[in-house]
């Protein structure tokens, strides 16, 4: 473990279907973020929060919707996805001086059928 | 905008011998991370770099900074099996990290 935990660990969803990732992390971080990893593709950065305040929005669709209700928990709500968003979500944070870098969690095998 | 770029991005190499991953970016930087990530799962940190001619060593690997040239360079010695990942550079200049596209490493017998 590396101190940022996320779950679910694997999820499968239908198109029509809500759901949610969730991220924490007890490491005193302030800055919290949402990457996708898609199959053969760089690292996507989707939402940054800083201080539970969102500062960075990737032009992500809609039907990506975050939220932050404290500096140690990040959600990512999910609704009417499609295919093309199966991906690993990983969700990372960061100290309030940068210098040691992003901590990842395990990420969230995403599957959307 | 900064741009990371990794090359190369496929490697494959034999057990036993040496080589060099390069990480070239856009943009004046003094802080420079190596990340590794096995198949399946998340970004491990190797290395932090943060200032010009910073080397940084863990067993087979050793991490290095160029400020001047924008360059890093994260050399395998004697490669081993248990090295085969894919291994990403990252910058940030007051922004969030950015991530080169990653280099595949597989060592064969």
């Known amino acids: 473990e590396t101190g940022v935990t996320q779950t679910p660990r694997h999820l499968v969803m239908g198109m029509t279907n809500k759901k949610s990732l969730k991220c924490e992390q007890h490491?005193?971080?302030?800055?919290m973020y949402w990457y996708k990893q898609s199959a053969k593709k760089p690292l996507e950065l989707m939402f940054v929060?800083?201080?539970?305040?969102?500062?960075e929005n990737n032009s992500v669709p809609s039907r990506f919707s975050p939220e932050c209700p404290n500096s140690s928990h990040l959600f990512l709500h999910l609704h009417t996805l499609q295919p093309e968003d199966s991906a690993l979500y990983l969700c990372?944070?960061?100290?309030?001086?940068?210098?040691?870098?992003?901590?990842f969690g395990s990420g969230t095998r995403l599957t959307v059928v | 905008e900064l741009k990371v770029e990794q090359n190369p991005l496929f490697l494959s190499m034999q057990e036993g011998k040496n080589y060099t991953i390069y990480c070239n970016y856009s943009?004046?930087?003094?802080?420079l991370y190596w990340y590794r990530q096995d198949p399946g799962k998340s970004l491990e940190s190797l290395f932090v770099?943060?200032?010009?001619?910073a080397v940084k060593q863990e067993g087979r690997l050793m991490a290095s900074l160029d400020t001047k040239a924008r360059l890093s360079t994260l050399h395998i010695t004697a490669a081993v099996h248990d090295l085969s990942a894919t291994y990403f550079c990252?910058?940030?200049?007051?922004?969030?990290?950015?991530f080169g596209k990653g280099t595949r490493l597989s060592v064969i017998a």
């Open positions: 929060y800083n201080f539970k305040e969102q500062t």
């Open positions: 990372a944070s960061s100290p309030p001086t940068e210098p040691s870098g992003y901590t």
């Open positions: 490491l005193g971080h302030n800055a």
């Open positions: 943009t004046t930087s003094d802080r």
């Open positions: 770099l943060l200032s010009n001619g």
């Open positions: 990252a910058v940030g200049v007051n922004t969030p990290l950015v």
